[in-house]
């Protein structure tokens, strides 16, 4: 990381209004040191500021491209030409990775970090000087900070596995951010210990914004969203018991919610699970309702974490959601990706291999098709309205009369045009306004259902403790699976008895994993903490290699070693930080060479 230089104390507040009308805050061009730091509100446009800038291209896309576009899921929307506008996008997924690809900087993620590391510094100072700045109020204050610090650490490590780490702030030019690279372990047990530290002081539930297009408990980081981060962290350590204990603690907080939201309503169906159902009503031949509230209206019930951008006003007067728009497509230009074929010709599969059953709903949600039954896009994140049911007989849309199946007809629903806002057409790009969800329910549930799946012993013949974690386990994939069901009654398509062994029922949460957050940015880096796990890449190497039939045998052998499954360090980090060591897998830095000999 570069030498800084003198930093102006204007950075750190936001970019633009971009999330709220908390995050309103006129910019100052220059603000004197002792005019900064002196009331409550400084410290809160810090952290708006820190919110916004991970609502740029420059965050979100990485957020997108090293937690995804690596997997089986993603390709180039045309694999025969490069993406002109983005030729380091096309590299990446057609694994050509080297140290001199642009999506290799991690800048952004360390500016944030650094903007909490003042906050972290200062914000005590505050207190002293300003009495209505309650103690309570900096502890919230001090744990959102860390949670925004911990996120941007836990983006970098389960990226490029060993990065400079450090909590102090970066302010002058007599400081330099030339630190060697902190080993993987220490940082993840570092962000737990942190997290450990402040997770009782953040805010349980914040009061309502005088924006209704906002949810301040989806659109900051509360003590739920600390306790996600948390269940996941420890699931990367191997530490299954804290990571269903804090699983445990999100998933009854959404429970209360959901019944404090309407007390009568039936989650039977769902194992008890308050997930938003799939049908308005099950007499009624309309579909896509969860999919909606969640991906076009967003801040669903189900939500932890998301980021916002708003969808009222004029869309060129806020931040829009740049990289969805670029990457999965807009109403005025193709996509720079698409899914796979394995994903895409799964849906028409006599033998599935993604989505198991013919009636599960994500397999239509999340992608485009044409009148004629052709994959075009992915449509998650960029479509505007659910999908519905015209005329049953039509073979363009989904209709069932009974639970069986028999008079199940179905075909492929070509949809309307991507969410928007008014603004000029010809930048039609910047205006995609869906929010990117970082928690959800449903995630939080399988990283549940992963960590049950490994406490279960090797052993051939079951104990009753492994029947005990198998059967939770189950339940909780099969509480998901059977919300996406377009049937007129939610029911098993998944038996517990076909996943009978430890190896089964991780295989089955790691599919269901894909089908439920697939294009969220989750799949690469679940391939990555199973491979960790294993201590090799077998399952990985079975997996991605699915994304190109014509490259499958050159994307296996790339990932022989388990280096691989990282990314480099960037070509000019490497320059000016004497002390990074560049990934093995990736040779010098200067080209795409490296050593295939197995680790």
Same mark, same amino acid.
């Given at each position: 990381?570069?030498?800084?230089?003198?930093?102006?104390?204007?950075?750190?507040?936001?970019?633009?209004?971009?999330? /709220?009308?908390?995050?309103?805050?006129?910019?100052?061009?220059?603000?004197?040191?002792?005019?900064?730091?002196?009331?409550?509100?400084?410290?809160?446009?810090?952290?708006?500021?820190?919110?916004?800038?991970?609502?740029?291209?420059?965050?979100? /896309? $990485?957020?997108?491209?090293?937690?995804?576009?690596?997997?089986?899921?993603?390709?180039?929307?045309?694999?025969?030409?490069?993406?002109?506008?983005?030729?380091?996008? %096309? $590299?990446?997924?057609?694994?050509?990775?080297?140290?001199?690809?642009?999506?290799?900087?991690?800048?952004?993620?360390?500016?944030?970090?650094?903007?909490?590391?003042?906050?972290?510094?200062?914000?005590?100072?505050?207190?002293?000087?300003?009495?209505?700045?309650?103690?309570?109020?900096?502890?919230?204050?001090?744990?959102?900070? #860390?949670?925004?610090?911990?996120?941007?650490?836990?983006?970098?490590?389960?990226?490029?596995?060993?990065?400079?780490?450090?909590?102090?702030?970066?302010?002058?030019?007599?400081?330099?951010?030339?630190?060697?690279?902190?080993?993987?372990?220490?940082?993840?047990?570092?962000?737990?210990?942190?997290?450990?530290?402040?997770?009782?002081?953040?805010?349980?539930?914040? %009061?309502?914004?005088?924006?209704?297009?906002?949810?301040?408990?989806?659109?900051?980081?509360?003590?739920?969203?600390?306790?996600?981060?948390?269940?996941?962290?420890?699931?990367?350590?191997?530490?299954?018991?804290?990571?269903?204990?804090?699983?445990?603690?999100?998933?009854?907080?959404?429970?209360?919610?959901?019944?404090?939201?309407?007390?009568?309503?039936?989650?039977?169906?769902?194992?008890?699970?308050?997930?938003?159902?799939?049908?308005?009503?099950?007499?009624?031949?309309?579909?896509?309702?969860?999919? /909606?509230?969640?991906?076009?209206?967003?801040?669903?019930?189900?939500?932890?974490?998301?980021?916002?951008?708003?969808?009222?006003?004029?869309?060129?007067?806020?931040?829009?959601?740049?990289?969805?728009?670029?990457?999965?497509?807009?109403?005025?230009?193709?996509?720079?990706?698409?899914?796979?074929?394995?994903?895409?010709?799964?849906? #028409?599969?006599?033998?599935?291999?993604?989505?198991?059953?013919?009636?599960?709903?994500?397999?239509?949600?999340?992608?485009?098709?044409?009148?004629?039954?052709?994959?075009?896009?992915?449509?998650?994140?960029?479509?505007?309205?659910? @999908?519905?049911?015209?005329?049953?007989?039509?073979?363009?849309?989904?209709?069932?009369?009974?639970?069986?199946?028999?008079?199940?007809?179905?075909?492929?629903?070509?949809?309307?045009?991507?969410?928007?806002?008014?603004?000029?057409?010809?930048?039609?790009?910047?205006?995609?306004?869906?929010?990117?969800?970082?928690?959800? @329910?449903?995630?939080?549930?399988?990283?549940?259902?992963?960590?049950?799946?490994?406490?279960?012993?090797?052993?051939?013949?079951?104990?009753?403790?492994?029947?005990?974690?198998?059967?939770?386990?189950?339940?909780?994939?099969?509480?998901?699976?059977?919300?996406?069901?377009?049937? #007129?009654?939610?029911?098993?398509?998944?038996?517990?008895?076909?996943?009978?062994?430890?190896?089964?029922?991780?295989?089955?949460?790691?599919?269901?994993?894909?089908?439920?957050?697939?294009?969220?940015?989750?799949?690469?880096?679940?391939?990555?903490?199973?491979?960790?796990?294993?201590?090799?890449?077998?399952?990985?190497?079975?997996?991605?290699?699915?994304?190109?039939?014509?490259?499958?045998?050159?994307?296996?052998?790339?990932?022989?070693?388990?280096?691989?499954?990282?990314?480099?360090?960037?070509?000019?980090?490497?320059?000016?930080?004497?002390?990074?060591? %560049?990934?093995?897998?990736?040779?010098?830095?200067?080209?795409?060479?490296?050593?295939?000999?197995?680790?």
């Amino acid at each position: 990381m570069k030498k800084v230089k003198a930093l102006a104390l204007a950075a750190l507040l936001p970019m633009c209004a971009a999330c /709220s009308d908390f995050l309103e805050v006129e910019p100052q061009n220059i603000i004197p040191a002792d005019e900064f730091w002196n009331e409550e509100g400084d410290v809160e446009s810090v952290i708006a500021g820190c919110y916004a800038e991970m609502e740029t291209y420059s965050f979100l /896309s $990485r957020a997108m491209i090293w937690g995804e576009f690596r997997s089986e899921n993603i390709v180039a929307y045309n694999s025969n030409e490069e993406i002109e506008e983005d030729v380091n996008l %096309q $590299r990446i997924l057609t694994e050509n990775i080297t140290a001199d690809n642009g999506y290799t900087s991690w800048t952004t993620f360390y500016n944030i970090i650094n903007r909490c590391n003042i906050l972290l510094e200062n914000a005590p100072k505050v207190a002293e000087s300003d009495p209505s700045y309650t103690k309570s109020e900096l502890k919230a204050h001090l744990a959102e900070a #860390t949670a925004i610090r911990s996120l941007c650490y836990f983006y970098l490590i389960r990226t490029f596995r060993d990065v400079p780490y450090s909590e102090e702030p970066f302010i002058d030019d007599d400081q330099t951010l030339d630190l060697p690279a902190t080993p993987f372990e220490t940082i993840l047990q570092n962000l737990i210990a942190s997290l450990e530290n402040v997770k009782e002081d953040a805010v349980t539930r914040f %009061q309502a914004s005088s924006n209704s297009s906002y949810d301040y408990n989806k659109n900051r980081m509360t003590k739920w969203f600390i306790y996600s981060l948390l269940s996941e962290l420890y699931l990367w350590q191997n530490d299954y018991d804290n990571c269903i204990r804090y699983a445990d603690l999100v998933i009854n907080r959404k429970k209360e919610e959901a019944k404090e939201l309407d007390d009568t309503e039936d989650y039977s169906a769902f194992n008890n699970f308050p997930l938003i159902k799939t049908r308005y009503s099950q007499f009624l031949p309309v579909f896509g309702n969860a999919y /909606s509230e969640i991906f076009v209206e967003g801040n669903s019930q189900e939500s932890i974490f998301e980021l916002c951008f708003t969808k009222t006003g004029n869309a060129t007067s806020s931040l829009s959601n740049g990289p969805v728009s670029s990457f999965y497509g807009n109403a005025d230009r193709a996509p720079y990706v698409k899914a796979s074929d394995y994903v895409s010709k799964d849906v #028409t599969a006599s033998d599935r291999q993604v989505f198991a059953s013919v009636y599960d709903g994500r397999a239509y949600e999340n992608l485009r098709f044409s009148g004629s039954g052709d994959p075009l896009s992915i449509n998650k994140y960029t479509t505007s309205s659910e @999908l519905e049911l015209g005329d049953p007989a039509s073979t363009n849309y989904f209709y069932n009369t009974t639970d069986a199946g028999s008079a199940f007809s179905w075909g492929l629903p070509t949809w309307g045009s991507q969410y928007t806002t008014s603004g000029a057409s010809s930048n039609y790009a910047s205006y995609n306004k869906s929010n990117f969800i970082i928690y959800r @329910l449903t995630d939080i549930m399988l990283l549940k259902a992963e960590a049950l799946s490994q406490k279960m012993s090797d052993a051939e013949e079951m104990t009753a403790a492994d029947s005990s974690y198998l059967e939770q386990a189950f339940v909780l994939v099969s509480a998901v699976n059977k919300r996406s069901l377009y049937v #007129t009654s939610y029911k098993d398509t998944l038996v517990m008895n076909n996943f009978a062994s430890k190896s089964l029922i991780t295989n089955l949460v790691y599919d269901e994993r894909e089908r439920e957050l697939m294009f969220e940015g989750k799949r690469f880096f679940d391939l990555v903490r199973r491979s960790r796990r294993d201590g090799n890449t077998n399952y990985l190497r079975t997996k991605v290699p699915n994304k190109s039939a014509s490259s499958a045998t050159i994307i296996q052998n790339s990932f022989t070693k388990m280096d691989r499954i990282y990314w480099p360090y960037n070509l000019e980090e490497l320059k000016v930080n004497k002390n990074l060591v %560049q990934n093995s897998a990736f040779g010098s830095g200067e080209n795409g060479s490296y050593d295939k000999t197995a680790k």
